[in-house]
């Protein structure tokens, strides 16, 4: 069996298409653009680089952004206050404070401090309790892009086993909440998951989010899955057989002979990710402009 490809890039385009044109909708209902704030702590070259096009993403369909940087000896105080700053800021819809941050500081207590309805991560408290409880609020950027490249397969998810490969509060978690709220069967495995290639090989859908390189083999995979393979591990170029040295968490090579349809890395998740992000920016613009119709004062932690 010949897997077919499944090409975020393209589907990826639609959405930011899809957003382009309900930006210039709400700028022409509202008089003011969303705004997309990044806050990068110290001079990690890949963070500058995901920043980067974060930005040129956000311009590209009448998002404003706000490039916020910090030095990475910054304290938590002063990172905490560039993020109520900014919280405070009406021109600002999101805020996304680019992880990982210097080891010095604890990335899950600052993502956390931010207002929920500019939460374009998902990762608050509140958002995150909104998705155990199947209620609105954002989502995270990379679960929910997942979802849609699933949709756009046309996966039927209602009644399929699925199985996530990690359990990260950025991506595991979240992935499998989604999936459940999609009436699947999920079964989420980590580094103590007894027999992983036993469970995995169960999976009518099977998602990778491990970071380790290529380590989702044939014997992994049940004949006719879709999998979809969200790593995206540096190793040397001639290892991975191309430029970039960019390999996913699942061996391409051999799970593309046995899935029904796979992800390719680069190439399929990771475009998804920034899409979802302009997209989230423009539903907490919409959230600001009627929070009530979102979340009353009572659930948004303000009373």
Not at 256 to 271: D, K, L, R
Request: glycine fraction near 10%; charged fraction near 20%.
């Amino acid at each position: 069996m010949s897997a077919t490809i499944i090409d975020g890039k393209a589907v990826a385009a639609r959405v930011r298409a899809e957003v382009a044109e309900q930006v210039a909708e709400f700028t022409a209902q509202t008089g003011r653009a969303p705004g997309l704030a990044t806050l990068l702590v110290g001079d990690d070259p890949a963070s500058h680089t995901y920043v980067a096009g974060k930005q040129r993403a956000a311009r590209e369909v009448g998002i404003e952004p706000f490039d916020r940087r910090l030095p990475a000896d910054a304290s938590f105080d002063a990172v905490a206050e560039e993020l109520g700053r900014l919280g405070e800021d009406p021109a600002v819809s999101g805020i996304l404070l680019q992880l990982p941050v210097p080891d010095h500081l604890d990335g899950t207590a600052l993502t956390g401090m931010g207002p929920p309805e500019k939460d374009v991560d998902g990762l608050t408290a509140v958002n995150t309790g909104l998705l155990a409880l199947g209620r609105g609020g954002l989502r995270p950027c990379t679960p929910v892009g997942v979802i849609d490249l699933l949709a756009d397969t046309r996966v039927q998810l209602e009644g399929a086993e699925a199985v996530v490969v990690g359990r990260s509060n950025l991506f595991g978690k979240p992935m499998a909440q989604l999936l459940l709220g999609a009436n699947a069967t999920v079964t989420t495995c980590h580094s103590r998951t007894r027999d992983l290639a036993a469970v995995c090989a169960r999976a009518d859908v099977l998602i990778a989010a491990i970071g380790r390189p290529r380590m989702i083999g044939a014997e992994h995979v049940k004949p006719g899955a879709v999998v979809i393979d969200v790593g995206m591990n540096r190793i040397s170029p001639e290892e991975a057989g191309n430029k970039s040295g960019l390999v996913g968490d699942v061996d391409f090579a051999a799970v593309a002979e046995i899935a029904s349809a796979i992800t390719p890395v680069p190439g399929g998740v990771g475009p998804m990710t920034v899409a979802e992000l302009l997209r989230n920016t423009l539903q907490a613009a919409r959230y600001q402009a009627n929070v009530n119709a979102w979340l009353s004062a009572a659930e948004l932690g303000r009373t």
